[in-house]
T-cell receptor
C-alpha cells in the first residue's frame, strides 16, 4: 500500500496570506489527523477527521481549519498567516489506534 | 492537558551499545506508541503497545507498557549508525479518543561509528 502523501513538501508564504495543505491517507483509512511540529512546542495535535466530520480538535485558533472529502483525502487551511505559524505540518492516517504519518509540509512564513 | 515526560533529552553512544529511553505520563494511558523521526521526514511508527505489562519487540527494538499504565520504555540493542534520529513516545488523549495523540518532546539519539 502507498503511504500517506502530503503536498506540497515545501511552502514559503508572506504574513497575512493564507495557505492550503493537502493529504492523501493510506487506502482504506478513514481517519485523518493533522499535527504541527515546531522546535519549541514539539508535536501538537490540530484536528482529526473521520468520514468527512471533524471528531477532535486541538487548542489552536480558528485561523486553522480543515476538511475531509468523501474519498478520505483531507486539506487544512491556515488563514492570515503569522510568523509563528512556520512549522512542519504533518498529516497522519489512522486505523485501530495506530497513526501513520506522511513526510510533512514545511511551511515558512516570512 | 496531559503531559508526557520523555527522558533523556539526548544520548550520544558508541556503535554496538544498547540504549534505553523512557516516557512517563501524568495520567493513565491505554495505548503507547513509539516513533522515530529522521531529519526532514515524518515520524515512523516503530512499536504499538496496548496492554499494561506488555513487552513487544521489533527487530533490535523492544518496548514495554508499564504496569502502572503511566510509563513506557524503549530499548535498542546493538545500536548501528542508522539508529540516529529522534525517538518519540505518544499516547491517546485522556479524553478517550485514540485518534488524538499527545507526544513527548523526544530523545535525540546520536551513534558514533
Amino acid at each position: 500500500k502507498a503511504g500517506v502523501t502530503q503536498t506540497p513538501r515545501y511552502l514559503i508564504k508572506t504574513r497575512g496570506q493564507q495557505v492550503t495543505l493537502s493529504c492523501s491517507p493510506i487506502s482504506g483509512h478513514r481517519s485523518v489527523s493533522w499535527y504541527q511540529q515546531t522546535p519549541g512546542q514539539g508535536l501538537q495535535f490540530l484536528f482529526e477527521y473521520f468520514s468527512e466530520t471533524q471528531r477532535n480538535k486541538g487548542n489552536f485558533p480558528g485561523r486553522f481549519s480543515g476538511r475531509q472529502f468523501s474519498n478520505s483525502r483531507s486539506e487544512m487551511n491556515v488563514s492570515t498567516l503569522e510568523l509563528g505559524d512556520s512549522a512542519l505540518y504533518l498529516c497522519a492516517s489512522s486505523v485501530r489506534g495506530k497513526a501513520f504519518f506522511g513526510q510533512g509540509t514545511r511551511l515558512t512564513v516570512v | 492537558g496531559q503531559q508526557l515526560n520523555q527522558s533523556p533529552q539526548s544520548m550520544f553512544i558508541q556503535e554496538g551499545e544498547d540504549v534505553s529511553m523512557n516516557c512517563t505520563s501524568s495520567s493513565i494511558f491505554n495505548t503507547w506508541l513509539w516513533y522515530k523521526q529522521d531529519p526532514g521526514e515524518g515520524p515512523v511508527l516503530l512499536i504499538a503497545l496496548y496492554k499494561a505489562g506488555e513487552l513487544t519487540s521489533n527487530g533490535r527494538l523492544t518496548a514495554q507498557f508499564g504496569i502502572t499504565r503511566k510509563d513506557s520504555f524503549l530499548n535498542i540493542s546493538a545500536s548501528i549508525p542508522s539508529d540516529v534520529g529522534i525517538y518519540f513516545c505518544a499516547g491517546p488523549d485522556s479524553g478517550g479518543s485514540n485518534y488524538k495523540l499527545t507526544f513527548g518532546k523526544g530523545t535525540l539519539l546520536t551513534v558514533n561509528p
